[in-house]
């Protein structure tokens, strides 16, 4: 097989949501310079790329996913020059930063929507998804994925404009040429001032069905999800392509596409590495593991042999072809250790097993701020400590529907956006350390016993786990580049595979539960002498690995000879 070696595969990549990092000026909002202040701790972490959530100027209804200027900086963040200053001082310590593109949608404060809205006769009016209403409703069934129709009436022309997400996102119209260049302008502009790429938000929302037809409703419900008509649709890829043509291959850029809707088939054509338009994307299938058929807010118990079979697929389906992320946690997702593992009893053990699935897989792995020291989900006791608008929408929606209100709760202690967004637990003073006024978001109540102060203090914990992961990584192409294959693929307890390339072969050993577990090799691996490469168990084993007794949550990655 023909390895093409790229930066950005032997890279490992921090993801910074500003807002909840770090507060250089006590106002409970993080900002530029408190990122500035902590480079030298994300340096020694083995940071290679960091990719800003955005910090263009927005008035914050989806947290800076509203953009009204895509050539400005947010007030609560800071200056360009202070973001100038965080790209050179990015770039002295020998980091790359990428920023955070959203083409799908502007915010309603955005100048463009602002000139749209005004008159039917705007000449802006079709940089916008604008249609009259149909039979007194909105033109069309779509539910938002926010909850709620995806379309708001406005007053001013009489007329209802499509939003995807919040109704203070609305849709551009992709299907506009003058729009798409715009897009590209932007591109262009930040490429110019000397970022390194770009982590492209909800890029396969921009091509709709042609029509906007109802979707189908064998229930009769007033709104439901629409997603066969706006995700991954045909003609997507001569948009992309144009983007690419227009913008991402006038320079080195490192690109990666969130692409909820995609499988590895439809993967292949976004990063094939001869043809594709990114170098990599995003995918969900893992992330929807423990959603039931009622979506994200419907719990259901995940599966051992189904979060294998879908790494599994991604695995072995861009393998020699495309490549693939890893990631486990980012601003949209629940904290992996309270979600895949024991964020009580086993939390160091789990987290550290958890590491080290996703960190030794073929792709390159995306950190979450919190993640590296098991930062775990919150259950604030009232509705009204969260902030997210997802969150706030579904809570109304669902008890309008009839739903008790204890079980929608338990539906946002496990999935809400907000878990990810508590402040970063620097230490164990006030506010976590994370400001020295009252934060936008309350603090997770842990952060006396889970913070960065403790453990860079603790040489066994999970921080220290992290760092060594990442040198390991560095020093081992096999990690990097070698094949994936999944032994023991019935095993319900345990996840075991190789990583092979050229003569090498590694071994990787995973107790996914808090139970001691036998675990028992084929025979072709198990007589191959081993050597220990990394544990989360600090004990020394006496088994040979033809039959191991695994520890609870334990990790295991052995050398094979």
């Known amino acids: 097989m023909i390895v093409n070696k790229y930066w950005w595969k032997e890279s490992v990549v921090y993801q910074i949501y500003p807002r909840s990092f770090m507060d250089s000026n006590g106002d409970g909002i993080g900002d530029l310079q408190g990122i500035i202040s902590k480079l030298d701790y994300l340096k020694s972490l083995g940071i290679d790329v960091i990719w800003l959530s ?3 100027q927005s008035p914050n209804d989806d947290n800076g ?41 502007t915010s309603d404060e955005h100048p463009w929507f602002i000139e749209s809205r005004s008159s039917k006769d705007s000449p802006k009016r079709d940089w916008y998804i604008w249609r009259p209403g149909k039979n007194g409703k909105e033109p069309n069934n779509w539910e938002s994925i926010f909850s709620g129709p995806a379309w708001k009436y406005d ?23 003058i729009v798409r260049h715009e897009i590209y302008n932007v591109m262009k502009w930040w490429l110019a ?31 439901v999800p ?16 144009e983007m690419k043509d227009e913008a991402l291959s006038k320079y080195e850029a490192m690109t990666v596409g969130e692409t909820p809707g995609v499988s590895p088939e439809d993967a292949l ?46 695995q072995k389906g861009l393998e020699g072809k495309g490549w693939n992320s890893l990631y486990l ?53 009232s509705i009204d400590d969260y902030k997210d608008v997802e969150i706030l929408n579904y809570y109304r929606e669902a008890l309008k529907e009839g739903k008790a209100g204890h079980d929608v709760m338990e539906s946002i202690y496990s999935k809400g956006r907000d878990n990810a967004r508590t402040p970063m637990q620097w230490d164990a003073t006030q506010n976590a350390g994370f400001s020295s006024g009252t934060p936008w978001i309350k603090v997770n109540p842990n952060y006396g016993q889970i913070n960065v102060q403790q453990q860079l203090q603790d040489p066994d914990s999970i921080l220290h786990y992290y760092k060594r992961l990442i040198a390991l990584r560095k020093q081992n192409p096999a990690l990097i580049y070698g094949t994936y294959d999944l032994i023991a693929e019935e095993n319900e307890k345990v996840y075991a595979y190789t990583r092979t390339f050229e003569n090498e072969t590694i071994l990787v050993i995973l107790n996914f ?5 036998p675990f028992e090799l084929p025979d072709s691996l198990s007589n191959a002498t081993a050597q220990v490469m990394i544990r989360n168990y600090q004990t020394d084993r006496s088994e040979t690995i033809h039959s191991l007794i695994l520890q609870p949550y334990e990790a295991l990655v052995y050398r094979l000879n």
């Open 155 to 177: 007053e001013t022309t009489g007329e209802y404009y499509m939003h995807l997400f919040s109704a203070r996102q609305p849709d551009l119209n992709w299907e506009n040429p």
């Open 54 to 56: 955005p910090v263009y």
């Open 329 to 381: 946690e980012n601003h949209d997702q629940p904290r992996s250790v309270s979600r895949f593992g024991d964020d009580h009893k086993y939390h160091k053990e789990s987290a550290k097993m958890l590491a080290t699935f996703f960190m030794m897989l073929q792709g390159t792995p995306y950190i979450y701020q919190g993640q590296e020291i098991g930062m775990t989900n919150v259950r604030f006791s």
């Open 513 to 517: 539960t808090r139970e001691t577990v």
């Open 193 to 223: 001032k000397g970022i390194d790429g770009f982590r492209i938000d909800a890029i396969t929302h921009i091509k709709k069905t042609a029509g906007l037809p109802d979707a189908a409703n064998p229930e009769g419900k007033p709104y």
């Open 65 to 105: 996913y509203d953009i009204s200027d895509y050539q400005e900086i947010m007030d609560e963040f800071g200056t360009m020059s202070d973001w100038e200053q965080l790209l050179a001082d990015v770039h002295a310590r020998g980091m790359k930063l990428i920023m955070d593109l959203v083409p799908n949608h």
């Open 269 to 314: 054509e976004y990063v094939n590495e001869m043809t594709g338009k990114f170098n990599m994307v995003f995918q969900f299938e893992l992330m929807e593991i423990d959603s039931g058929p009622g979506g994200k807010w419907d719990l259901k118990l995940w599966r051992l042999r189904d979060l294998k079979k879908v790494i599994t697929r991604w």
């Open 226 to 241: 629409a997603l066969e008509h706006h995700l991954n649709r045909p003609g997507i890829h001569d948009f992309l392509q």
